[in-house]
């Protein structure tokens, strides 16, 4: 248990790796996100299924010019993620989402390396991705082949486990031990970035005694507890916000 995000974040250099939960704006650690924020460091890692939004997430990081790599699936509707690579500004590594999801957990199960179909016959296997542009939009760093091995038959590509210096995360209910309980989509990969970080810290909205059958991610996982203000444990962002034509012939209030 820390009693501040800031004490929840000590030990964070410059150039630190860290594995980030959340999916989109879904169960994502607001408060940690905010307090690396504030402890200043530059140069940073990021591993993540995507990063953040324009001004919310990682994209608080990202706009500020504080991460140097991203490991994720997709760039989504970031617009500033999308300017910086193109621009040459960050290194980033796409990867295919199931693989990610598998890459965090067989770094955190020890696990170095797997083949898996998903790639196989594409850039993702076969190398030339960018990594990085140059500022006029040439490849300046491109990926390289990966191993491809027959099983039965078929072609599986190697894909290396992923290993954080810290990993960041968001639960719905915690207990003192970090034994952690995720809420509906907010499930997504909070257990799995959880696994990949030497260091984990979760922020969780509610302190509780937990029944171990209940328990999604076992404290094994989980180094430090910050337990959310009801004020932030409330503060939870809508990505996307779609309204509903009324039904025919339905009058709208004005």
Do not use: W
Request: proline letters at 6%; one cysteine or more.
């Amino acid at each position: 248990m820390v009693a501040t995000a800031a004490e929840a974040l000590a030990g964070v250099r410059d150039g630190a790796t860290f594995a980030v939960g959340g999916f989109g704006l879904s169960g994502i650690p607001n408060v940690l996100i905010q307090a690396l924020y504030d402890s200043g460091a530059t140069g940073l890692g990021v591993v993540s299924n995507n990063c953040g939004v324009d001004g919310g997430g990682l994209g608080v990081l990202l706009a500020a010019g504080r991460i140097a790599r991203v490991t994720a699936s997709y760039i989504g509707d970031n617009k500033e993620f999308a300017r910086q690579y193109l621009a040459g500004e960050l290194e980033v590594e796409l990867t295919p989402q199931g693989s990610l999801a598998e890459r965090l957990r067989a770094g955190g199960s020890g696990i170095p390396a797997f083949y898996t179909p998903a790639g196989v016959g594409t850039p993702v296997a076969e190398g030339g991705l960018p990594l990085r542009h140059n500022p006029d939009g040439s490849i300046a760093v491109a990926s390289p082949p990966k191993e491809v091995r027959e099983f039965d038959g078929r072609p599986y590509v190697l894909e290396r486990g992923i290993r954080t210096d810290f990993a960041l995360v968001r639960a719905a209910k915690g207990d003192r031990h970090g034994n952690l309980v995720f809420r509906k989509a907010a499930r997504n990969f909070n257990p799995l970035a959880a696994m990949a970080g030497r260091i984990t810290v979760a922020e969780v909205e509610e302190l509780a005694e937990l029944d171990p059958d209940e328990v999604h991610l076992p404290g094994v996982f989980v180094q430090r507890v910050l337990v959310l203000t009801p004020e932030q444990a409330a503060d939870k962002g809508i990505e996307r916000r779609t309204v509903s034509a009324p039904p025919a012939g339905e009058a709208v209030a004005g």
